[in-house]
Every structure is written in structure tokens, then in C-alpha cells.
């Protein structure tokens, strides 16, 4: 999943968003079940619901950068138009 959110098809975003919930989820239920045995041990669990919330942060950063960039080069764009 995180190696096809890389690679932004159409809909990246959502394929970002369940690449990140995926591990964040085992990680809070390892944790809200320790006794299970898909249960992973403490410090995976934080790791894996680290991992999950910093690759969703990571992917709504690049979606701001991206946008910011698209709607700078449309008002250069403009500008050039008018003959600014």
C-alpha cells in the first residue's frame, strides 16, 4: 500500500490514508489487547501507530505542498497572460 501511495496514482490519497490507518490500527489494538495473539509487544505497537499517523501527516503534507505549487504556477501563468 505505501509503495503504491508513492507512486500517486489517481486517488493516492485515500490509498495514503489506509497505508497509515492500517499499521496505526494494529498498533492501538495490540495495545487495547495485549493478550491477543495477533497482539504486538509495546514498543512495536507504538512504533507501528507511529509509523501509521507520521505516513498520514507525510501524505497531507505533500497534498499541501503539491496544491501550493499548482496554484502558484496558475497565477504566473495569469500574470504572464495579462502582461504583467
Sequence with gaps: ??????????????????????????GVTSLLYPDATFSLDTVWAL???AWGVAF????ARTDDAESHVARRSHHVEAEHLVGN
Design 56 to 59: 498520514i501527516a507525510l501524505g
Design 47 to 49: 512504533a507501528a501507530v
Design 1 to 26: 500500500m505505501g509503495l503504491l501511495a508513492s507512486l500517486r496514482p489517481v486517488g493516492w490519497r485515500l490509498t495514503a490514508w489506509v497505508a497509515g490507518l492500517l499499521p496505526a490500527a494494529l
